[in-house]
């Protein structure tokens, strides 16, 4: 239902943009939610997008070097990753929910994002 891309090999210091789509969901009228898990770990959130006005929120793990967006034209919401660490290894997942729900029901199969020199 959601489809992840952009996941990559990049060295420590470097930036990936992750795309989240879908071909069945509008995705502006959802909040949308960006996840990773690294092997071996519980899955973290990462920080998420509002849906009524974009507001976003993030982990102090990635607050300052993470930026989520949303382009309603192309029913895409990314994750700007900038000034990357190794601990930021992980498979990454977006997801979705409803306004009014505290659960995110719908999930993209995630993507490979591995920082190292």
């Known amino acids: 239902q959601l489809v992840e891309s952009g996941g990559g090999l990049v060295q420590p210091g470097g930036s990936l943009r992750l795309s989240c789509t879908s071909s069945g969901r509008t995705l502006d009228y959802y909040a949308i939610g960006w996840f990773r898990q690294a092997p071996g770990k519980e899955r973290e959130k990462v920080g998420c997008i509002s849906s009524s006005d974009d507001t976003t929120h993030y982990a102090d793990s990635v607050k300052g070097r993470f930026t989520i967006s949303r382009d309603n034209a192309k029913n895409t919401v990314y994750l700007q990753m900038n000034s990357l660490k190794p601990e930021d290894t992980a498979v990454y997942y977006c997801?979705?929910?409803?306004?009014?729900?505290?659960?995110?029901?719908?999930w993209g199969q995630g993507t490979q994002v591995t920082v190292s020199s």
């Open positions: 997801a979705a929910r409803e306004s009014w729900k505290v659960r995110y029901d719908y």
